[in-house]
């Protein structure tokens, strides 16, 4: 049996990748629960609550998540192909394709599309579970491991559900 890999995080990736994409699958779920019974008049309702984005409404929040699963599967597909980062452009870019794919959306396919997304990127986070201790750049960020990445993806998204959730409230 061949060993796991192992390397400066000193875990086994494939048990970490586990880790974060059932954190990431509890995070969707969570905003797929906030969204249902929800009216599509509600999609344009602006954020409340001390974690709402100034000026967003909830459906530039279902964007966020949507391209921050199209960004976390493009950072990986690269770092396994080793390429080690991207210029600001083109995240800008990856990030404009994959928010305007569901700004507009209705309620329905934009549940579906984000339990599509969320499914691609945990899935993703399975299959590149070696490359997680990567560094990756952005533009002229300092390099980042990948991990971090996943991370600090994962702490925002939980803080734009319970954004989502404290709009709902009554």
Known sequence: MIEPPHGPLGRDFNALAGT???????????LIEALDGVSELWLQQMLRGDLAR????????????????????????????GIEGWSAAEARRLRGEAMHVVQRVRLTPLREHLTASGERAAEGLRAHAA??????????????????????QAERARAGVDAVRATFQR
């Open 20 to 30: 974060l994409a059932r954190d990431l699958s509890e995070v969707r779920a969570g």
């Open 54 to 81: 100034d000026g967003w409404t909830v459906q530039h929040e279902a964007a966020h998540h949507a391209a921050d699963d199209a960004l976390l599967v493009a950072m990986l597909e690269h770092a396994a192909r």
């Open 131 to 152: 490359h997680l201790d990567r560094p990756f750049v952005v533009g002229d960020t300092a390099p980042r491991a990948i991990v971090e990445v996943v991370r600090e």
